[in-house]
C-alpha cells in the first residue's frame, strides 16, 4: 500500500523535480528538444528513485516504543 502510494504521487514529484532536471542538463547545451527530453527523464528518475527509497525507509524503520 505504501508503495502504490509512492506511484500515485509519481507525477506529482516528477513535476516538483522539473526544475532540478533542468539545472542539471543546462550545462550540456545542445539541441532543445534533447534538452527537454533529458531533463524529462532525469527528474522522472529521481523522483521514482528518492519515493521507492522513502517508502522503503518507511517500511524498515522500527518505531520508537510509546512510554
Not at 513535476?15 to 522522472?44: E, Q
Not at 521507492?52 to 510509546?66: D, F, I, N, V, Y
Request: charged share 10%; aromatic share 6%.
Amino acid at each position: 500500500m505504501v508503495r502504490s502510494f509512492a506511484m500515485c504521487m509519481n507525477t506529482l514529484m516528477t513535476r516538483a523535480l522539473s526544475p532540478v532536471g533542468f539545472l542539471l542538463v543546462l550545462p550540456r547545451g545542445g539541441d532543445k528538444t534533447t534538452m527537454i527530453l533529458t531533463a524529462a527523464a532525469v527528474s522522472g528518475v529521481l523522483s521514482v528513485l528518492s519515493l521507492l527509497l522513502l517508502s522503503q525507509w518507511w517500511l524498515e524503520r522500527k518505531p520508537a516504543s510509546a512510554q
